[in-house]
């Protein structure tokens, strides 16, 4: 491997037998970020399908973000190509097993363990003579997302009460959609790490960890919906998809625009340099205002849905 931020192809192992590939992980928030593109440069390297690839790239995120939010480091991350399909480890020096968390709907964090078990065909722990080492086995052919075309949102529990009226999203840019996701996923765990290990009286601006806390705690919504939907449109080939969302009407207004307020506010935060991740591009930041002006538009019965332009 070279110096950090650079990734460098791995050696592919001797003829016939698995290969295999590892680096050490930075103890610091760019940590997910290594291991996302340490684990694509080497699967790309051996030739893996893509969409291997795409699962092994977010399985490698989670499991990184889990060590640096809940244990010790030295941490490693282990890549092994298997008859069927590929394993990652991370090594950290904690002892304690990985937890399954059951958080509120809006939660976004302890969702990071869920994924690896939805993702993999098995997955693990086992204790080292300086910690522990959390494994997921991903086979060769990914399960498929079970939503095909359309899904719905539960409704959330404050608008269970209230009229319940779909939107639709028509044609959405399947690239553009990963990328807001990407995006998104990315200021999430930043803003998770600033709130965790980074926060000190006087350091970080108020109104940062306020914005902080808001995306983390109230908007994971924004995150989750329609990953499986995408996932499949992208897997069969098509530029656009089709998305459909049940949302209460009288709550729903007020909170996507809040919620767009509240990006737009993250956004000028990465700008700064205030936050680690890169500003989103010009074509999230569109996609992302259409969702929301979709939204406002047919739950106000201004308009039926108009496709994503272009």
């Known amino acids: 491997m070279g110096s950090l931020g650079e990734v460098t192809a791995p050696d592919q192992g001797p003829p016939g037998g698995s290969r295999r590939a590892g680096t050490p992980l930075p103890a610091a928030p760019a940590m997910a970020?290594?291991?996302?593109?340490?684990?694509?440069a080497t699967l790309s390297a051996w030739s893996v399908e893509e969409p291997l690839i795409e699962a092994a790239v977010l399985v490698a995120s989670e499991l990184a973000t889990n060590a640096l939010l809940h244990a010790p480091g030295p941490y490693q991350l282990d890549v092994v190509e298997m008859t069927s399909g590929v394993r990652l480890s991370v090594a950290d020096a904690s002892p304690l097993p990985p937890r399954l968390r059951s958080y509120r709907l809006l939660s976004t964090t302890g969702r990071?363990?869920?994924?690896?078990?939805?993702?993999?065909?098995?997955?693990?722990?086992?204790?080292?003579?300086?910690?522990?080492?959390?494994?997921?086995?991903?086979?060769?052919?990914?399960?498929?997302?079970?939503?095909?075309?359309?899904?719905g949102w539960r409704p959330l529990p404050e608008v269970a009460g209230e009229e319940l009226v779909w939107v639709d999203y028509l044609g959405v840019p399947v690239a553009a959609y990963?990328?807001?996701?990407?995006?998104?996923d990315d200021l999430v765990r930043d803003c998770e790490l600033l709130l965790t290990t980074r926060a000190r009286p006087g350091s970080t601006p108020p109104r940062l960890l306020d914005a902080?806390?808001?995306?983390?705690?109230?908007?994971a919504r924004a995150r989750e919906a329609h990953?499986?939907?995408?996932?499949?449109?992208a897997s069969e080939g098509r530029d656009r998809v089709d998305l459909r969302v049940q949302v209460g009407r009288r709550g729903a207004v007020a909170g996507v625009e809040e919620y767009l307020a509240l990006m737009e506010e993250l956004d000028g935060f990465c700008r700064s340099g205030a936050l680690l991740v890169d500003p989103p591009s010009d074509q999230v930041v569109a996609l992302r205002r259409w969702f929301v002006e979709e939204t406002t538009a047919q739950l106000g019965q201004l308009a039926g849905p108009t496709p994503f332009p272009g």
Do not use: C, H, Y
Not at 137 to 142: F, G, Q
Not at 178 to 184: F, K, M, P, R, S
């Open 33 to 40: 970020g290594w291991a996302r593109q340490f684990v694509r």
């Open 112 to 151: 990071g363990m869920a994924l690896v078990v939805q993702l993999a065909r098995a997955w693990g722990s086992e204790l080292t003579g300086t910690g522990k080492t959390v494994w997921a086995e991903l086979a060769s052919t990914p399960i498929p997302g079970r939503g095909v075309g359309q899904a």
């Open 178 to 184: 990963l990328a807001l996701q990407e995006d998104n």
């Open 212 to 219: 902080a806390l808001a995306l983390t705690e109230r908007f």
């Open 227 to 233: 990953r499986d939907i995408v996932a499949a449109a």
